[in-house]
Structures are given as C-alpha cells and as structure tokens.
C-alpha cells in the first residue's frame, strides 16, 4: 500500500476521503443517477464496490431485504475469487476468517462390508500451484460484507438503500437517462411507497428470480435433473473421522454426501442426496423436514453417526442447469446498432447445482467484469461500444459453466453399481480443478482482447487468461513481492514491460526507446488517454521487469517514464521496477522471452494481449479501439 504521496495520512489508509457524491451522501435515492444497481448479491456487491472508487459517478445500490444477508447461500470460494479480493484489498482478512481446504477425501462403500463407508482415497486441492491463493471456505453474508465494506470506504461511500423492491422498467435508448424503473419501499417508514427513477444505467444482481431480467423480457432456459438434495449447516458430535475435511461419501445403497467443513472449526456444511424426482412431484420435495435430512445423513455414513446439536441453516433444492437468453438490453436483431443500458449478472443468468462451487464465484467475476467497463464508460475514457462486451464475454462463461456442472453434478448422483471405476469421481476432481477453481476462463479476441500472433514471447500468461502472479524483487526496498498483487481494482490497465537483455540505461536500449516513446511521443497511449494535471500513471500502471538480478540494477539506470510523477508534491514513485533475485525469476517461471516483451492486462486482470519491446503502432492501434482521448 502507498500512502503519504498526497500528504500525511495519520487514519487508517484503507478508508479513503469522500469525494465527488460521496460528499455528505445523500440518504434520499434521486430522481436521476448513472447507475442503479439492483440487489447486493455477489455480482452487485462487486459492481457496488468498484463503482465506489469513482466518486464522480452517481451510483446507488437498492436491496429488497431489510438489512444485509445473515445465513445460507453459498460458502464456496475459489483461488480466483481470492484474487479478485486482493484487488479490494482484503484477501488476507478473508483467508484468516476462513476454513482453508487443503484436501478432499473420497469415502466409497467397504469392499469387505459394503453396507459400511471406508475411506478410498485423498486428493490434495491445488498440487500444481494454480494460484498463490488457497480455496476456502465461508457464508456468503462475509463476502458481500467485505464487498460492501470497501464500497463504504471508497470515495463515493456508496452504502446499499435496503427495503426497497425494483418492480419494472422501461428502457429509450435516446433518452440521456434511458432508464425508467419503477420501484417500491417495502420496509420502513415509508412502506408501500413506490416511485420511479431514472439512471443511464441498470444493472441486476437480484438473484434466479431476478426482476430485472423479467422486465427485460429474457428467461432462463435449461433441464431440471430430477434430483434433489438437502443442505444443511450444522453442528455436531461425531465419530466420522473427516469431520473437518472436504468429502465425497458414496454410500452402498443409501445415497451420497459432499461434506464441507466451514469456518470457525465447529460448523459442518451437509449436501445430502434425497434421490430422484418426478416431474409431477411440483416441489413437493422441497417441505422435507430437516430431521429427515439428518436420518439421511446418519445412514448414508454408517457405521459412523452424527448427533446435531444445532441446525444454523437448511435447505432443499432440486438440480437445474439454466441459463438466461439474453445478458444485456438489446435484441439481437439490434446488436451492434446501439449499445446496452441494461445488465443482468450472476443468477439471474444462471443457474445450476451448488456443488461445483461456482455460483458465488463466477457471479463475481461477472460483476468485476462490467463494473470497471461502467465505470470507464461514464468517465468518458472509453466509447459506449466497450459495454458490448459484457455479454459477448460473459454468455459463453455461463455456457461452459452450466456444461461442467451438469456432468459434475451427474457424477457426485451417481449410484455406486453404476460405476465401472470406482476412481472416477477422484480422476475427474483432480483432472477439471483448473476450471471450478476459476483458472479456465480464456475470453476470445476482441477491442479488449488481442490475438495470440506474440504469445510465444510470453506463453506463461495466456492471453484472454487471468493474469498468473509471479514473485519478483521490487529494486526500492529489495523486497520481493507477487507482482500481481499491486493489481488495485482500480481500472487502470496494467502494462508490464519485460527488458531484453540488455542492462538498465537511460537511451541505445530497446527498453529505454520504449520508454522515450511512452513519456514523450504525443501520440503513445499514455499521453493520449492520461488526464493533464494528475498522476502520469492515473490510466496505465507501468512497470519495469529487468532479467538481472536486483543487485545489478540501479534506480538512475532506469528511465523516468517507470518512475510516474505523483501529484501534487511532484513526487517520483521509484516502486514500479522489479529484477529477479533470492531465486525469483518471472522470466523462467513464466517463459519470457529473453528478448524482452510487452504484457497488457485488463482492469479486471485479464491478460489483453502480449507485444514485441519496439511494437508501437500495435499497441497504440489496440488501445484506440476501447479508449477515447482526453488530449487529442
């Protein structure tokens, strides 16, 4: 964290001053906004939190609930999720808070006794080191917490407007608020109350019953499975010997378990299949008491027994795998023609089982994904067209999710005389981890997102992937540090200049000619899109990555454009050059190349593409086609 550059801060530097609507906020929703964001879900928590951090942007959350979420919902969170924390500055609290899964353990029927469960076999959860970041577990009520926390201390200081209800909308695309929602209060002084409103932008996180997405004229479609299977969040006393690991637990003839240990080193999370269904059962299913789940329970692990002490929470639901025919405004037959001024995210997009853990997960990574294009849209630093993307993006993520959650949760049914391999379930966990960990995500070339014509200068960061972090040695302080981890969601688009292998010099290099190009050609991307009169790194956060190691590299070797101006001291930020060192090297740990190369990464850490030291015009061709200049 950098602080002080802007003057002394004595408090503490995580809780930002108001500026722009955050000032003196008012508690009365206005007639007009930018944007309204409906629900605080995942997705809209994220949206909420990363619209804070732009002040000058009017944003308001609304929430049909009195108050914040308390209990249930999902507990699941993977590597990529904790990642994107990092970005909102609070991974380390969360991973404290959690239970951490190092391991799954697999229970199958006991060959000598099948009516007896044994343990079969264990799978460790990350053992190619996908991430530097654990997957854990925790109630969801946490992490829209934290979400929401951050909003709260960003400069807009947005806090969510709870007890009230969006009914419908009307949408004119050539309005300057094309959004009319009607909503309603529901709770509170004022219930019953409705109103309408106005915003440039809607945006719906409000869940698989979503309004938004009903008053937008779109469904869900998809199949029911045809089972169902019981949830609950308990406590026990128990003689299972894996209480507190993850498991998979076949029975011989009494159904399956997924056990999922949860925080706080007491509280068990149950998935207990209740078996098949009809489909004239109408969710008849679903008034099964929680005693009877129990039952269910205690036989499917025998000869081990439970005995609840205490039921948090529980549920019944049936598997269904859907997914919404439209993510944005615009009819298909209009696409192209105008751009969107109405999303839908996270379960009002899609829906499928909960045992994959993917439904919080990937409705955050919706919301990141169109929160900062929002954001740079109504700053006016990109064209409108970069809302497109949402849904072009999003949709095929929400396919290939309800794809591998059909045949995972097919697997995690199945009855034990079906198997011809009794480590299938096991082959299939340990050889699909990259995707429910989030890691599969590759989005396809677009204005945002390039080609893979330079991928072979750096093949350990897959364009269209997530940015893998590295450790590197950062030269002011000799620190050595994940590189990624300085990836603020703060919409500014990393660029990452890898040097050939030439020392550090101020000219005669290919870094130092890229450099004099990026500081002083009035057409670079920095001069172009880079506000006059503010940091010279407001817009893209450059660093420079050397191959020698960090006792080889002086910092008045190092060109002035890799140490960006700070207002309003004038101050030069010397903490953007990193070297190897202490047996840290990004180049060999990612395979790049030693003639040097560029790495481009989104706002939402997303690799946009790879470039040669000396490729101007390319990368001044790919950000001319999402960014509009401030000082043309």
């Known amino acids: 964290m950098q602080i002080h550059h802007r003057g002394y801060v004595s408090g503490d530097p995580r809780v930002k001053e108001a500026a722009g609507y955050g000032i003196?906020?008012?508690?009365?929703?206005?007639?007009?906004?930018?944007?309204?964001?409906?629900?605080?879900?995942?997705?809209?928590?994220?949206?909420?939190?990363?619209?804070?951090?732009?002040?000058?942007?009017?944003?308001?959350?609304?929430?049909?609930?009195?108050?914040?979420?308390?209990?249930?919902?999902?507990?699941?969170?993977?590597?990529?999720?904790?990642?994107?924390?990092?970005?909102?500055?609070?991974?380390?609290?969360?991973?404290?808070?959690?239970?951490?899964?190092?391991?799954?353990?697999?229970?199958?029927?006991?060959?000598?006794?099948?009516?007896?469960?044994?343990?079969?076999?264990?799978?460790?959860?990350?053992?190619?080191?996908?991430?530097?970041?654990?997957?854990?577990?925790?109630?969801?009520?946490?992490?829209?917490?934290?979400?929401?926390?951050?909003?709260?201390?960003?400069?807009?200081?947005?806090?969510?407007?709870?007890?009230?209800?969006?009914?419908?909308?009307?949408?004119?695309?050539?309005?300057?608020?094309p959004v009319s929602a009607h909503i309603k209060y529901v709770a509170g002084p004022r219930a019953g109350e409705e109103r309408t409103v106005k915003a440039k932008y809607l945006v719906g996180g409000d869940g698989a019953r979503s309004q938004v997405r009903r008053s937008l004229g779109h469904k869900l479609h998809g199949d029911a499975a045809l089972h169902a299977w019981g949830v609950m969040d308990v406590m026990v006393n128990t003689d299972f010997p894996d209480i507190q690991v993850k498991?998979?637990?076949?029975?011989?003839?009494?159904?399956?378990?997924?056990?999922?240990?949860?925080?706080?080193?007491?509280?068990?999370?149950?998935?207990?299949?209740?078996?098949?269904?009809?489909?004239?059962?109408?969710?008849?299913?679903?008034?099964?008491?929680?005693?009877?789940?129990?039952?269910?329970?205690?036989?499917?692990?025998?000869?081990?027994?439970?005995?609840?002490?205490?039921?948090?929470?529980f549920s019944v639901y049936e598997v269904a795998h859907r997914i919404t025919d439209g993510f944005d405004d615009v009819p298909d037959e209009e696409r192209g023609t105008r751009s969107p001024h109405a999303f839908i995210m996270g379960d009002a997009c899609h829906t499928h089982s909960a045992k994959a853990g993917q439904g919080m997960n990937v409705s955050i990574q919706d919301g990141?994904?169109?929160?900062?294009?929002?954001?740079?849209?109504?700053?006016?630093?990109?064209?409108?067209?970069?809302?497109?993307?949402?849904?072009?993006?999003?949709?095929?993520?929400?396919?290939?999710?309800?794809?591998?959650?059909?045949?995972?949760?097919?697997?995690?049914?199945?009855?034990?005389?079906?198997?011809?391999?009794?480590?299938?379930?096991?082959?299939?966990?340990?050889?699909?981890?990259?995707?429910?960990a989030g890691f599969m995500t590759q989005y396809s070339a677009s204005q945002i997102t390039t080609g893979t014509e330079h991928q072979e200068l750096a093949p350990g960061f897959p364009v269209g992937k997530r940015f893998k972090s590295a450790e590197v040695i950062r030269r002011s302080d000799n620190r050595w540090r994940h590189l990624g981890h300085f990836h603020e969601a703060d919409g500014r688009w990393r660029v990452y200049v890898c040097a050939d292998a030439a020392a550090p010099a101020l000219e005669g290099t290919k870094m130092a000619d890229f450099a004099a190009w990026w500081a002083e050609d009035a057409s670079s991307p920095r001069n172009l899109y880079t506000p006059a009169g503010g940091d010279e790194d407001a817009v893209f956060d450059l660093k420079a990555i050397y191959q020698q190691d960090y006792t080889e590299i002086e910092l008045h070797d190092v060109p002035k454009a890799f140490q960006p101006l700070k207002v309003p001291y004038g101050l030069h930020d010397i903490n953007q050059v990193f070297a190897a060192g202490h047996g840290r090297d990004i180049f060999r740990d990612r395979e790049i190349s030693k003639d040097g190369a560029i790495v481009v990464v989104r706002p939402d850490q997303y690799v946009a593409g790879i470039f040669p030291l000396d490729a101007r015009e390319e990368i001044s061709g790919f950000f001319a086609g999402n960014m509009l200049p401030v000082n043309p």
């Open 247 to 313: 498991c998979s637990i076949q029975s011989h003839d009494q159904g399956n378990i997924l056990l999922i240990p949860r925080e706080g080193g007491y509280l068990v999370r149950f998935y207990v299949d209740l078996g098949e269904t009809t489909a004239e059962d109408a969710g008849a299913i679903r008034s099964t008491p929680v005693e009877q789940i129990v039952d269910t329970a205690n036989r499917i692990i025998h000869p081990y027994t439970m005995d609840v002490k205490n039921v948090a929470w």
């Open 368 to 436: 990141f994904n169109l929160g900062w294009k929002l954001a740079a849209v109504l700053e006016g630093r990109a064209p409108e067209a970069l809302l497109d993307t949402y849904a072009e993006e999003r949709k095929v993520i929400a396919q290939n999710l309800i794809d591998f959650d059909k045949e995972w949760s097919t697997l995690m049914a199945k009855s034990v005389e079906d198997w011809t391999d009794p480590d299938e379930l096991e082959k299939y966990y340990t050889q699909t981890m990259e995707f429910p």
């Open 24 to 177: 003196n906020r008012a508690e009365e929703i206005p007639d007009e906004m930018d944007v309204l964001i409906v629900g605080t879900g995942p997705a809209a928590a994220v949206v909420t939190a990363q619209l804070s951090r732009f002040p000058s942007i009017n944003a308001r959350a609304i929430e049909m609930r009195p108050g914040r979420l308390e209990v249930g919902q999902a507990d699941g969170i993977q590597a990529r999720s904790v990642e994107t924390f990092q970005a909102f500055g609070f991974a380390n609290e969360v991973i404290e808070e959690a239970y951490r899964n190092v391991e799954m353990c697999f229970w199958t029927p006991d060959p000598e006794n099948p009516a007896n469960i044994k343990r079969h076999s264990r799978a460790a959860d990350d053992s190619t080191g996908m991430s530097e970041f654990p997957h854990i577990y925790v109630n969801q009520s946490r992490i829209l917490d934290y979400f929401l926390r951050d909003a709260e201390r960003a400069p807009g200081k947005i806090t969510p407007d709870y007890g009230v209800e969006f009914l419908d909308c009307e949408i004119d695309p050539e309005a300057e608020y």
